[in-house]
């Protein structure tokens, strides 16, 4: 039996902002534009989460990926993406990584509860199997996803053109 509701929590079931809506029709500079005092743009925020799910996605390989020594080494050093053939690849990477989490999570429970190997000491303090560190993902995802939700609002492109609530 699947994980469902984590599948459907992905991809913005429920309370959950579509993810895909919220990024594949913006342009590559609505996706580097900054919004008063929010710190980051669309492509950072799609970029970092595109760092941390493959990072995870690594780890359930037995990967061991290097933690980062700085939380900075996780975001794009610039706000906007050099060209739209630097943001398209992104969305597209976004896209693939989602789907490799839910393929995992259509996993069976013997293999959900299957331990991860820690790679970082802040894994040590946190449940450690395969659904629990697709769990943290999903809630990380969904944490940035509002995030990118704010941002389209703030720069007036609300909701994005495959819908999204408004009220």
């Given at each position: 039996?699947?994980?469902?509701?984590?599948?459907?929590?992905?991809?913005?079931?429920?309370?959950?902002?579509?993810?895909?809506?919220?990024?594949?029709?913006?342009?590559?500079?609505?996706?580097?534009?900054?919004?008063?005092?929010?710190?980051?743009?669309?492509?950072?925020?799609?970029?970092?989460?595109?760092?941390?799910?493959?990072?995870?996605?690594?780890?359930?390989?037995?990967?061991?990926?290097?933690?980062?020594?700085?939380?900075?080494?996780?975001?794009?050093?610039?706000?906007?993406?050099?060209?739209?053939?630097?943001?398209?690849?992104?969305?597209?990477?976004?896209?693939?990584?989602?789907?490799?989490?839910?393929?995992?999570?259509?996993?069976?429970?013997?293999?959900?509860?299957?331990?991860?190997?820690?790679?970082?000491?802040?894994?040590?303090?946190?449940?450690?199997?395969?659904?629990?560190?697709?769990?943290?993902?999903?809630?990380?995802?969904?944490?940035?996803?509002?995030?990118?939700?704010?941002?389209?609002?703030?720069?007036?492109a609300w909701p994005p053109s495959a819908g999204g609530d408004t009220w």
């Open positions: 039996m699947s994980e469902q509701v984590l599948i459907e929590l992905l991809y913005g079931k429920g309370a959950h902002a579509n993810p895909l809506a919220c990024i594949e029709d913006v342009s590559s500079e609505l996706a580097g534009r900054l919004a008063g005092q929010l710190p980051h743009s669309i492509f950072q925020l799609t970029s970092h989460m595109n760092y941390w799910m493959d990072y995870e996605l690594r780890r359930i390989r037995g990967e061991r990926p290097a933690y980062p020594a700085h939380a900075s080494e996780s975001w794009p050093e610039h706000a906007a993406p050099a060209a739209e053939s630097e943001w398209r690849p992104a969305v597209a990477r976004f896209r693939q990584l989602l789907a490799g989490l839910a393929a995992l999570a259509e996993s069976s429970p013997e293999i959900l509860a299957r331990p991860v190997e820690a790679t970082h000491a802040t894994h040590e303090k946190h449940a450690s199997s395969l659904l629990a560190v697709l769990w943290q993902t999903l809630v990380h995802n969904s944490y940035h996803v509002g995030q990118i939700a704010m941002l389209r609002r703030a720069l007036g």
